[in-house]
């Protein structure tokens, strides 16, 4: 039976460098209360009219395409994931696809919103177009460019300290050698948390605090004299632009989600734990992956752990630390690669990879 089989991989992260000491210029923080908490030392953020969230996809793009020894225009349908987009519509897919110069093929993009588990799912949705043999050569994408939507105020030091922007690709191609290529993917949502983890504006929500929700007090928006948009400046003025996090929450569910999907993924395929070689975590925070590897069983030294110099990427983030081992040459022939990530959605989910 056919299977998807990662061809090439390429990762792309901006140059400028923000450590912890940069941030403390915006935000009462430090850098022992950063690492403490989340093992991050710095992170990357675009420059302003350089770069956007699909400039960053196409510089990992074109790695990923010539690793996998196609060209450009051999790419016969894009999957991205991000929450960050260029713009709030059209999706990310299409500005790509201009990118990379192939928009006279014509050739069809979606956009992905899944969040942290964003890439996971990207994954998932492609290989079912390898499998039924629809296409042959699907560029996955997940692409974040969040140092735009931070809170950098003391207020919002407890979301902002932890993202940074990049990119990640991987090229799918079909394989027929047996036991090879991806071989489950599981998925996952409980939308009951869904504002757990949100950036609530814009969006035609607009903004009303839920006591069932437990949204925060402070979304109140009921008032008509706003007006109807999906922004306006009570929401501005209450940083409803930018991403609201119950940390501690989603700490708790990560923990359990992590291994619960790993183990199922696994079960499906009749492999267990120590038949992985290397686990890539999604890289939300150190603490978690190092929970979640001793929880599993899994040694250090098979975990893939880059948090500490480009904190979390979202989507990016698995991608871009699949292409990071990759060039340092820990994924070999015949790898059983775990690829595992929880995020806002709630979302989780797990991919497992025969190299
Ligand atoms: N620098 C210094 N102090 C900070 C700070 C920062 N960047 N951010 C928050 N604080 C302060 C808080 O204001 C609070 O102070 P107070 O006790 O005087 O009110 C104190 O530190 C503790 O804050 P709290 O939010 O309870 O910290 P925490 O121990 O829960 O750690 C996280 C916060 C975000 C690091 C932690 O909850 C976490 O890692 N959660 C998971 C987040 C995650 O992985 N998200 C991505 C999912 S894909």
Redesign the pocket.
Known sequence: MTKAKIAGVGFHVPENIITNDD?TQY????DA??QE??GIKERRWVTRGKDTTATLAAKASRIAIERAGIEAKEIDFIVFATLSADYYFPGAGVILQRELGIADTEIGAIDIKN??TGFIYALSVASQYIETGMYKNVLVVGAEVQSMALDLSTRG??????FGDGAGAVVLQPTEEKGKGILTTKLHADGRYAEK?IMPVPGSHGGYHNDALETPSDWNFSDEKWGNSFVNEHMLKNAMVFPY?D??H??KM?VTKFPEVTKEALDAVHLKVSDIDLFIP?Q??L??SQFVAKRLGIPLEKVVNNIQKYG?T?AASIPIALAEAWEAGRVKEGDLVCMTA???GFTWGSALVRW
């Open positions: 941030l935000m009462d923080t430090n209360w950063i908490r989340t969040q942290c030091r407890g979301i902002a300290v932890i983890l996090m940390g501690q989603v700490f990560a999604h939300a925070n603490r978690i979390n979202t929880f995020g806002s």
